[in-house]
């Protein structure tokens, strides 16, 4: 057996081995593969393992608690991606994965414990890999899931491990070691409806060579994914608001809407007059929308390792990734942009022309002249401005293509340095190019030359191509030709880059305590990171408002930072063998890290942990830890210009009538940019999304964070054989967080108290309207809405309680294998500002619990009961989520902004006159079955996925936030698309 490889670790021996497994990839998870790769027998205790598999489980040998996903548990359900692995294990929140539309950037990310993806750190075999975006994330979508042998969450305790920024924890994706031989496989997937269509195929090919002295894998996959549309399924085909169970949708719709008199009227192209109230046919924009984006990817993976001597071992990887995701959203359009229209315009119709040239205080015969006039020379010739909200219906969806190019490589050299010491040194360099191509975006440029004209064949800008465009008609009155003029596509591209190097030193001192049979463990090292980050716009995507629906501009950003840090861990056998004290173990790191930021400060940091373990007996094992951590702020969040986006925002305090009920209100919404005339019509914002001015922070401290965990494992009971347990309460506390308060929270700011409100108060001023409406949603160009500035004012708290059982047993011929993982989440709490308010997440809903990901349910579990019987497995796979509900009233959100109750209106589509409660959602339980037959080397496997074809809570589609309430649902905790059939057939030699 070669030095350093493939050493199996039994429970209670090399104690600091084990515990430092995951710094430089564990020695079980370096030898642990499914039977057909296992090619080195040792003579070494029988490890403990997962029950029903030969992947060696780190919760039950270490003291800080990890949840395994096993390669056999990836196949059975026959998961397509990581993303989609890591949405469905217990306490992992859903974040931007395949189930968003509206506000995926093109990649997937994974969230553990609800505190936000920028706070755990993703691994491939105990290594960072190059982050995606410029938030330092990790894309799942390039990892390579065929070579995956299990994927581990750890909580806490892991920043001495792998970094001062594991605040949550870490995800490590392992990969199968020393495969040898030929793995082939396809996989299909369908929904009952016929949509959703997902393939996939794989070849993984590995060889050992020279007497076994090396190995080498390469891993070839390809998989594509199809839409699956909102307007598909009836329970979503019809945007439904919230808050008061009709038939919603967009204030931006087709005919046009125009400011005048301070208020919004649509035009009635029978009559050509603008309405005289401010009701209007809102657009219904679910059927566009999907719940499935499409995705494409070709991977490339390479792994090797060489024995070039007995004492030195050279080892690399390479990955390569491209992928393409595509986004799909109703139509683009002015957005409440102010346009110059000429009184002679040729599509403006009578009516309309009277009732702004009243408006615009012009007399009959002012009126008719400029009718007439259609030269900007001629004195007679006048213009007027209003905020236009029209749906370009006739170019069709706002659609944007992301597509990623990666690559990582890793090349390394570890070896012994004594018998008991061991060292390892090795660097990496990786590569992310993401390009963003978005097409379907109306361009307000194009559309003011074209409402210029005055002639129905010329534009008066002699621009070439432009068409005068007719925007006062119905849906359907822009011409081919209008529409294509006022289209160009517009691309964003981001570049990021991960450069690190890294030594260490691990093994024992060679010295025992008195009362102890394992010597004293250590691990000294040092690492060098340097992240860059850069986005670069076209003209078109940095232009605030430009690009009709963009929701705000992509500046150019360019920043970079580095860090260097040192660590040392220490594991300190106490106490084996002794009477109630089979072993006691201690142990503790330290980590100091040295950031230097590209044009910015210098910071210095500690972190540490400690930790211990006591096995009183064979039986049970006892466990804590205690970790100080930090976060340094991210490129985006040091480098990004103040840009205004959009947030969700259902109600404004100045809408409708209540300034007119309460002077001081109506002084702070004058005082906020409100023109004095709409008081009394500002509307709600449309779609209940608000604009928001945010930007990066060059002053930026790092977070803190503490967290803690205690648990304790069960296994190798003499009464119950193949049963292991864990159970694992952990504590995670953020102070100085580094993000902006929520939109609840800046409006409380200000309006919270109006008896003590001022129109002077800061808090107030600093939010901005639109000049022509009043209103908090409009043009980014003149709209800065809401301010959200970056400030490390924040505290983040959550803490909860894991349970892992695992049970193997045989009943007759038949193997039994349970495999069950629940999380109870006690709290998850936000509080933005010191004075603010403490904000709990757990098990509810609402704008504001949208702040890092989807819901997050007080109770979810998976429990999944496989039997084999010969050559056949049946695998029952069952998911509970437990019941939420609207997040209560509180000192920020008034008892005014309750869910709808009651019976849904006409007019609703399939939803039509059901009895709902769009304030509470049930508990969820879905059923999961596969057939799988294995023949010699052949496997061919059957999957029914959500069996009872169980459709997802309809709470409407204005409750939470754009990117995870769609569709009238929260399709990233919810099955949005019904029941589905996977076939998978594989073949290995």
Known sequence: MKTNKNTVLKAGAAPFAVALALVSAPAFAQQAAPQADAATETNEPTAIVVTGSLIRNPNLVQATPVNVTTADQIALKQSNTAEEVLRQVPGIVPNIGSAVNNGNGGSSYVDLRGLGSNRNIVLLDGQRIVPADLQGRVDLNNIPLALISRVDSLTGAAVTTYGADAITGVVNFVTKKDFAGVDLAVSDQLTEQGDGNYFRADVTTGVNFDDGRGNAVLSLGYQKSNAVYQGARDFSNIQLDSFSGTAGGSGTTAPSRFSINGGNRQIDPTTGFLKTTGGFNAFNFNPYNIFQTPFQRFNIFAQANYQLSDAVEVYTRGLFSKNTVKTIIAPSGLFAERMTIPFSNPYLPDGAASQFCAANGLTDAQCVAARAATDPTDPNYRTFNTVVRRRFVETGTRNSQFTTNVFDYSLGFRGALTKTVNWDVRASYGESDRLQTITGYVLKSRVQDALLATSRTECLSQNDGCVPINLFGPAGSITPQQAAYTLSPSTTANNTSLLQVRGLLSGDFGFTVPTASEPVGFAAGAEYRKYKAVQISDTLSKTPGELGGAGGAAPDINGAYSVWESYGELVAPLVSDKPFFK???????????????????????????????????????????????????????????????????????????????????????????????????????????????????????????????????????????????????????????????????????????????????????????????????????????????????????????????????????????????????????????????????????????????????????????????????????????????????????????????????????????????????????????????????????????????????????????????????????????????????????
Not at 758 to 776: K, Q, V, Y
């Open 583 to 989: 072993s006691l173990t201690v142990e503790g790191g330290v980590r100091y890290s040295k950031y230097s930021v590209q044009g910015g400060k210098k910071t210095e940091t500690w972190t540490y942990k400690v930790g211990g373990s006591w096995e009183p007996v064979d039986q049970l094992k006892l466990r804590g830890n205690y970790s100080r951590a930090v976060r340094a702020p991210n490129i985006a969040e040091l480098f990004t210009p103040n840009t205004t986006g959009l947030t969700n925002l259902g109600q404004d305090p100045c809408s409708g009538d209540k300034p007119l009920k309460s002077d001081v209100l109506k002084a702070v919404c004058l005082a906020q940019g409100a023109p004095a005339n709409s008081i009394g019509q500002i509307q709600d914002p449309t779609a209940a999304q608000a604009n928001i001015t945010t930007g990066g922070n060059l002053n930026l401290n790092p977070e803190k964070a503490t967290t803690y965990t205690v648990g304790a494992v069960v296994q190798g009971l003499s009464f119950l054989p193949g049963f292991s347990a864990s159970v694992d309460y952990y504590n995670i506390k953020v102070t100085d967080q580094i993000g902006t308060p929520l939109p609840a929270d800046l409006i409380s700011a200000c309006f919270g108290n109006l008896t003590a409100a001022s129109a002077t108060d800061p808090a107030c001023t600093i939010i901005r309207r639109d000049p022509s409406t009043g209103g908090l949603d409009g043009s980014p160009a003149t709209t800065k809405g809401l301010f959200g500035g970056l400030t490390n004012q924040g505290k983040l708290f959550t803490d909860g309680v894991d349970v892992i059982l695992n049970y193997q047993r045989p009943i007759g011929a038949v193997k039994w294998t349970l495999n069950a993982v629940a999380n109870f989440t006690f709290h998850s709490k936000f509080k933005a500002t010191p004075s603010g308010f403490d904000r709990e997440c757990v098990g509810y809903y609402s704008v504001n619990c949208s702040f890092t990901g989807s819901i997050q349910p007080r109770r979810t579990w998976s429990v999944q009961n496989t039997f084999s019987f010969k050559a056949m497995d049946l695998s029952l796979l069952w998911r509970h989520q437990s019941s939420a509900k609207q997040e209560p009233c509180n000192a920020v959100e008034p008892c005014t902004t309750r869910a709808f109750n009651g019976t849904i209106p006409a007019d609703s589509g399939a939803l039509s006159g059901q009895a709902v409660n769009f304030g509470k959602i049930d508990s969820f339980d879905y059923l999961d079955v596969t057939t799988r037959f294995n023949v010699e080397q052949f496997t061919l496997t059957f999957t029914v996925q959500n069996l009872f074809n169980t459709k997802p809570p309809i709470v409407g589609n204005t409750i939470g936030s754009t990117a995870y309430n769609s569709g009238n649902t929260f399709p990233s905790s919810y099955d949005a698309l019904g029941r589905r059939f996977a076939i998978g057939a594989r073949v290995k030699f």
